[in-house]
C-alpha cells in the first residue's frame, strides 16, 4: 500500500477483521478459497508496512528482501491462479465453468513467467513521491503485454461469473486498476493492490448474498 507503514498495517489489520467476518458466511466448502482471498490481500498490506519501515532503516536490509518478495508472490504468482481458481470453485453453470478454466490456464501460465522473472532480476523497492515504486529488471518488450493479461486473468471471470453480486466485484477492481493506471502509472503495483484490498470487502457481501439465496432455497423445499 502507498502512503506510510501506519497506513498499510492499519489497512491490515482492518481487512483481517473483514476476512473474519467472510468466513462465517462460508456455508459450502466450494466459498472457502474464495472467502481466504481478504487474508492474501491483508498479508500484502502488512508485509508492505514492512518494507516501509526497512526502506527508512538500512539496518533492516533482510527485512525488506524479505518482505518484498513476499509481497510480490501474491501480488504476481498467487492472484492470477487464486482469482479464476476461486471462481470457478463457485461457479455452478457447467459452460461458464468451462470458459474460466482458459483464464485460469492463462493465469497460471502468468504466474510461471512472473516466478521465473523473481528469480532471474533483482527487485529494488524505492519510495518515490510517498509511494513504493518496485524497480525490476524484467524484460520490457514483455511489460505491457504481462500486464494486460494480469488484468484480463483477474478481471475477466468475475464478469463471466454468474454468481450474484460477483460482477460488482469486477466493475470494483477494474475501476480501481484503470485509476491506478491513471494517476500512478510507475506505483501500479502497489497503488491498485491498495484499492483491490478496500473493495475486498464485497466479498463479505457476495457471499451474503449466497448464503440467504442458500436459506430461501432451503425453505422452498
Given amino acids: 500500500m502507498c502512503f506510510s507503514a501506519g497506513a498499510s498495517f492499519a489497512a491490515g489489520a482492518v481487512i483481517t477483521a473483514a476476512g473474519v467476518a467472510v468466513t462465517t458466511k462460508v456455508s459450502k466448502p466450494s466459498q472457502r478459497l ?9 498479508i500484502q498490506q502488512v508485509t508492505e508496512g514492512f518494507i516501509w519501515l526497512a526502506l ?3 539496518d533492516y536490509a533482510v527485512l525488506e528482501k524479505i518482505n518484498t518478495y513476499i509481497f ?24 461458464k465453468r468451462k470458459i474460466i478454466r482458459i483464464f485460469l490456464y492463462a493465469g497460471i501460465f502468468l504466474s510461471l513467467y512472473y516466478s521465473t522473472c523473481l528469480m532471474l532480476f533483482r527487485i529494488n523497492p524505492e519510495i518515490i513521491n510517498c509511494h ?4 525490476g529488471a524484467f524484460p520490457q ?12 486473468v483477474t478481471v475477466t471471470p468475475l464478469f463471466i461469473s454468474t454468481v450474484k453480486r460477483m460482477y460488482i466485484l469486477g466493475i470494483l477492481m477494474f475501476a480501481g486498476c484503470v485509476v491506478s493506471v491513471i ?3 510507475r506505483n501500479v503495483t502497489s497503488v491498485w493492490c491498495f484499492f483491490a484490498a478496500i473493495i475486498s470487502v464485497v466479498i463479505y457481501w457476495i457471499l451474503k448474498g449466497a448464503e440467504a439465496q442458500r436459506q430461501r432455497g432451503n425453505d422452498l423445499s
Wanted: glycine share 2%; net charge negative; with cysteine.
Fill in 34 to 42: 474464495f472467502a481466504c482471498l481478504p487474508f492474501l490481500f491483508a
Fill in 56 to 58: 527508512q532503516n538500512p
Fill in 72 to 95: 510480490l508472490i501474491v501480488a504476481d504468482v498467487l492472484w492470477p491462479v487464486m482469482i479464476p481458481l476461486s471462481v470457478i470453485l463457485l461457479e455452478e453453470n457447467g459452460k
Fill in 132 to 135: 513504493i515504486y518496485y524497480a
Fill in 141 to 152: 518488450k514483455l511489460m505491457l503485454p504481462a500486464f494486460l493479461l494480469y488484468i484480463t
Fill in 183 to 185: 494517476f500512478y502509472t
